[in-house]
């Protein structure tokens, strides 16, 4: 075999990367490269978001700490109260049932019967109780009546209702007037 088909036939069996193997190598680095900007997004967005429900729990614990410390602890129990009553209604669809004895009305069975909620019974200033219960227990009203020979004894009847009005009977009549629908009238 002479020089020159030597180098021929040795051309022909060198092997090498093609064009093909190169396209189809880029096209599976790519695919690879967008899995993991779809990773690196999917995991920086709810970063974000767990960060955003981070702080608006803390804002919304923030706000309640203050709205506690700074209303009077029958209306922070009657607001307590409130919240209990709405944990009822959505774990049982109603706000029948609440008070003791799985009754509609009385001493409730969800919260503590006596404001401050905190003291014991023996020191209560208020007694907490559900009113009323709408027949299709869609709605309800809410009672801090004060204890008789408590200093709060002449301060009337504060009220919560489902709708989330509030109201105080100041002048211990038994009746709300118009301008008595606040706590601080």
Known sequence: MSKAQR???SLGKETGVGMVEILVSLFVLTIGLLGVASLQ???TFNNVLA???????????????????????AQADLMGFASA????YAT??????AASGGSDTGAPAVFAAHSPSTEPAGKKKYTLTIHAV???GSSYELRAVPVSGSPQAGDG??????DGRKAWDQNSDGSIGGSEYCWSC
């Open 157 to 162: 009847t504060l009220y919560y209702f489902s």
């Open 134 to 136: 709408s027949a299709d």
């Open 85 to 88: 009553m709405e944990r009822h």
């Open 51 to 73: 960060a955003s429900r981070s702080q608006a729990e803390l804002v919304a614990r923030y706000v309640s700490e203050q709205l506690v410390s700074a209303a009077q602890p």
């Open 7 to 9: 180098t021929h036939y």
């Open 92 to 97: 049982t669809f109603s706000y029948a049932g």
């Open 41 to 43: 997004f999917t995991g």
